[in-house]
Structure formats: structure tokens, C-alpha cells
């Protein structure tokens, strides 16, 4: 069993397609298909039904696909491993992070990096904070550094790393502080008195539903048994921003991207900050790279 067909079938699993799995592998679909016919002979059994142009797992496929993930990731556990013994800072680094912080706040430290460590290649992956802690527990991502889980932080120690669980460290490094927006020819900007209750009369426009910075200003408003009145959700901030100055809705946003084009609403009764830093699995050896890339991290910390 090679390493080579286990990716293959991983590709396959996750795309559900052996034509996008040969896309993502740099390979033709008869030599991804060839992989997978040599990794089902060689365990004997059937790993994908094929009906027509769908593609399922079978049961026997299910069973192997945690077992998979886990030889690939200890695989690249030991790699890192044997590299750091001898000290070289070099190799692929397999960092997940989202847009806004790779747009605002990542560009001086990966400037930094880049110029130190040369030989390091990077492979960014853009992705939710969400979908970068579930690539960090699967083991796809070696690093993230994104929007920090609120139920996993106490924002008042932000001096010190965090366990989110018995197998991640997370460590908050800045403190994004967000602010209540609308356009400026809003009608809620026209109002003598706004209080958060006031907000729930307007269509808001927020972050989707199931993310860290949408949860951070449902709890705020929760906490006065107050509901959300939302009319359009993104999980881009640019996109929302571009939502606000075009008078769709009120709605959140980082101090980093507020421009003239909208008009803050000062809400005393409350302070929406949202924790933002980096993530690894205790469980896997961090590259020399990864750890020069926190070092960076660290010395960028504003807590």
C-alpha cells in the first residue's frame, strides 16, 4: 500500500470526482483511476461505487478514509521530524488563514518571513476560521492563523496559550476590535438616539450563521433578549463592507476596514472585540519553519 494511492483515494473521497482529484494531484484521470484500482486490489474490496457520473465511498472505503488521513499525516509528521534534526528551516509550510487577516494583518509578518527563509515554500490555504480548525484536527493544515473560537478563549488572558481542547493550542496574538456601521445616508444614522434594541427595527447584514464573529454579536444581543433582524449573510468582510456602503443593512465590521463611505453607531452598551491568532495540533511535530513563522507571530502581538 503507497502513500501515493492513499492520497489518491483521499482526493477522490473529498471531491466525490476522480476528474477533480486529478486536477487537485497534477495527474490525468486514468492515472488517478489506475491508483485506485491498484489500492482496491491490493486490500480486495471496493472502495467507490460508480453510478453514472456520481462517485460513493462504499463502506469499506468509509471504514479506510480516517485510517488514510492518519498514515499520511504521521508520514508528514516523521518528514518534519528527520528535517528539523538538522536544523534546516526549508520544505512546504501548510498554512490555513482567512481573507481579511491574510489581507490586514498577515502581509508584514509573511514579508518578513519570506525574506528570512527563502527556501521555505509557502502553501496558503484561504479558508474560513472554521474550516481552518477542522484542517488543523485532520491534520491538513500544519498552522492557521484566523478569527480564534470566543467559547475557547478567555479574553482576559490573553497572555498566555489557550487549550481549546486536549489536542490544540491556541494563541491569541491580536485583539480586532469591531464596530457597529451603516451608510451613511442610512436611516438609522438620521436617529437622535440609537441603542442596541434600535438595530432590531433595521435589516442587518452579517457573517454566515455557523461563524465565530457572527456567534460574538448574537451573544451581545442575546444577552438582552434581543433578535437579529438579518437580511443578507457573508463570510467575506470585504463583501459585507461593500453590502454596508451600498445602504443593504447595519452591520459589523473591523476598525481595519472602515472607510468614509460609512458611518460608525456608538453603542456605549456594548464592546464587540473578537480574538484573532494561531492554532496548531499538539499532536504533530511543528516544522522549523512553522515554529520561525510563530516567532514572527509572537513579535507581531498587540495583547
Known amino acids: ?67 488514510a488521513r492518519k498514515v499520511l ?22 498554512l490555513g488563514t482567512s481573507h481579511h487577516i491574510g489581507l490586514h494583518r498577515l502581509p508584514p509578518v509573511l514579508k518578513a518571513f519570506t525574506s528570512s527563509f527563502p527556501q521555505v515554500k509557502l ?20 498552522l492557521a492563523v484566523v478569527t480564534l473560537s470566543p ?10 496559550p489557550t487549550q481549546y481542547s486536549t489536542n490544540l493550542t491556541v494563541v491569541p496574538i491580536w485583539n480586532d476590535r469591531l464596530r457597529v456601521v451603516a451608510a451613511k445616508d442610512h436611516p438609522i444614522t438620521q436617529l437622535k438616539e440609537i ?35 438579518v437580511a443578507l449573510s457573508t463570510n467575506y468582510m470585504e463583501t459585507l463592507k461593500m453590502m454596508v456602503s451600498i445602504g443593504l443593512g447595519w452591520s459589523v465590521l473591523p476598525e481595519t476596514l472602515i472607510d468614509d463611505t460609512m458611518q460608525v453607531i456608538h453603542l456605549p452598551e456594548i ?23 510563530i516567532k514572527l507571530l509572537e513579535q507581531h502581538k498587540d495583547l
Open 271 to 293: 464592546d464587540l472585540t473578537r480574538p484573532l491568532g494561531y492554532l496548531y495540533h499538539q499532536e504533530r511535530t511543528l516544522s522549523n519553519a512553522s515554529q520561525q513563522l
Open 73 to 94: 499525516v504521521e508520514l508528514e509528521d516523521t518528514r518534519r521530524l528527520l528535517n528539523n534534526i538538522n536544523g534546516a528551516i526549508a520544505g512546504s509550510l501548510v
Open 195 to 229: 441603542e442596541l434594541k434600535t438595530l432590531t427595527q433595521y435589516d442587518a447584514v452579517l457573517p454566515g450563521f455557523q461563524t465565530f464573529t457572527r456567534g460574538i454579536v448574537a451573544t451581545a444581543f442575546a444577552k438582552q433578549n434581543l433578535d437579529l433582524q
Open 123 to 142: 502553501d496558503m490555504r484561504f479558508l474560513d476560521s472554521e474550516q481552518a480548525y477542522e484542517g488543523i484536527v485532520q491534520g491538513e493544515l500544519e
Open 1 to 67: 500500500m503507497d502513500t501515493q494511492s492513499l492520497q489518491a483515494f483521499i482526493s477522490v473521497a473529498e471531491t466525490g470526482s476522480f476528474s477533480r482529484a486529478a486536477e487537485i494531484l497534477h495527474l490525468t484521470q486514468p492515472a488517478v483511476s489506475k491508483r485506485i484500482a491498484n489500492l482496491e486490489s491490493q486490500l480486495d474490496c471496493r472502495l467507490f461505487d460508480r453510478i453514472g457520473r456520481q462517485t460513493h465511498m462504499t463502506e469499506a472505503g468509509q471504514a479506510l478514509m480516517p485510517r
Open 151 to 160: 467559547k475557547h478563549i478567555a479574553l482576559q488572558q490573553h497572555t498566555a
